[in-house]
């Protein structure tokens, strides 16, 4: 009786012991994936927080290329303020045909406002005739062009007729462009040409004397 007795309590300690074991593991289990699972988590919040640092670092960032630079020597001998008032007509055309169907006409009046620079961007050719400096001007160019900072341009009227809803928009902003061009403001190099020669033979006597005024100065202009 005592030794069934003794098995069946070393049977229950045994049990026991192996339960508690048990215990021991899933608690250890447990705690080693708290552990990892916060590592975890953490690992992909910092992982998110950089990335998303990452991205907003990039949407800030801005690149330059130069592509050339080029050494001018350029000198302005007249500025004029100009007032440019320009007038553009779109209408729709019968198909195949170059006649334009009634009433379909969109008109755009702008008004711009800026400032053109003419001058030389070379070199003037000195050459020394005893008392008498010789100077040759290159041909004049236009040096460039600076929109009016306050109002550069303005639409006057911008209005169509009956039919125009289906004749293409006047696009303002390319007109813009190309009034402003080099190409455009060609023209008032003629029409400045005496102010231009004038300007030139004054400021280069002026540099000539300044150092010596001696000096005899003829100034002639390239064709």
Known sequence: MFELAN???????????????????????FIAGLLIGGYWARSMYVAGQSSSTKI?????????????LEKVHEVVFVTAGIQDVERRVNSTKLLWTKLNIPLSKKQVILILNYE????ID????????????????PKFKVIGVKPDEKIA???FDSSGQLLSGSTKDIDT???????????????????????????ATNY???????????YQVKVTFAK
């Open 7 to 29: 098995k069946k309590r070393s049977s229950k300690r045994s049990s026991l012991q192996k339960t508690k074991i048990i215990l021991i593991i899933v608690v250890v289990s």
């Open 56 to 68: 907003y670092q990039t949407e800030r960032d801005s690149y330059t290329s130069i592509k050339s």
């Open 116 to 119: 053109a620079k003419f001058g």
């Open 122 to 137: 070379k070199s003037v050719q000195l050459q020394k005739d005893g008392n008498t400096i010789h100077v040759t001007v």
């Open 153 to 155: 341009y303005q639409v």
């Open 173 to 199: 902003g390319k007109v813009v462009v190309e009034q402003l061009s080099t190409k455009k403001q060609e023209k008032y190099l003629k029409h400045y040409d005496k102010l231009l020669k004038e300007s």
């Open 204 to 214: 280069y006597q002026s540099v000539i004397h300044a150092i010596d005024k001696k």
